[in-house]
């Protein structure tokens, strides 16, 4: 099975712009998760989507958004652009039935100029 | 909320030593445990999971991990690290319902 896939892999962006990153889940994963990967921070939960429906979410300010479509793909939305959302976002997939792993893409790193 | 620490933010270790990597999180409950591992310019890699039974359980690449629920830890081990172990090691924690919570990792370099 092809793994999780990100695109782009790299996004150069200014102050002010809002930024469209993708993920493919592996073929028969329903849940995708985005993670926020800083240096010092570690990994920290932006939202979890199942079936097209967010089921958790983490505690980052309203300009950070997602949706997931019928086909499992997910999209995260970053509006208004800050210095500080200079990170490594990482989708991972997984069945999202009971407590299985998770599988991870190689993330998108968005640099903030 | 869940949250999950690592004892170590780096650890620094030479070939053929052995290796013990901390992690705690906050609360019981019905929880599954796993420890992910991200090599340079890698994406980040499930090594073990610990669903339930055995609380030793055995992943790939020789690493091991013991779960003790009295303590709420589920630390890491290898018997002799080699130079390719080199790496950012992450514990993380589900519980039903919950979203995966992970430690701020620890990053693993061994010296030739």
């Known amino acids: 099975k092809a793994g999780v896939t990100q695109t782009p892999r790299y996004l150069i962006k200014t102050r002010g712009q809002q930024v469209t990153l993708s993920c493919s889940p592996i073929s028969g994963h329903r849940s995708v998760s985005w993670y926020q990967q800083t240096p010092g921070q570690g990994l920290q939960f932006l939202f979890e989507y199942f079936s097209e429906t967010q089921r958790n979410k983490g505690n980052f300010p309203g300009r950070f958004s997602g949706r997931q479509f019928s086909n499992s793909r997910s999209e995260m939305n970053v509006s208004t652009l800050e210095l500080g959302d200079s990170a490594l976002y990482l989708c991972?997939?997984?069945?999202?039935?009971?407590?299985?792993?998770?599988?991870f893409g190689d993330g998108t790193r968005l640099s903030i100029l | 909320a869940q949250s999950v620490s690592q004892h170590n933010h780096h650890v620094i270790l030479s070939e053929a030593a052995s290796l013990e990597l901390g992690c705690n999180y906050s609360?019981?409950?019905?929880?599954?445990l796993f420890w992910y591992v991200q090599y340079p310019g890698q994406h980040l890699q499930l090594l073990l999971k610990y669903f339930s039974g055995d609380p030793l359980v055995k992943g790939i690449k020789g690493f091991e991990a013991e779960f003790i629920k009295s303590k709420f830890s589920f630390n890491l081990r290898k018997p002799s690290v080699q130079w390719s172990d080199t790496a950012e090691y992450f514990c993380a924690v589900i519980e039903y319902g919950q979203n995966f919570v992970f430690g701020p990792g620890t990053r693993l370099s061994v010296l030739p």
């Open positions: 609360y019981g409950g019905t929880v599954n």
């Open positions: 991972a997939s997984s069945e999202g039935t009971g407590l299985q792993p998770q599988h």
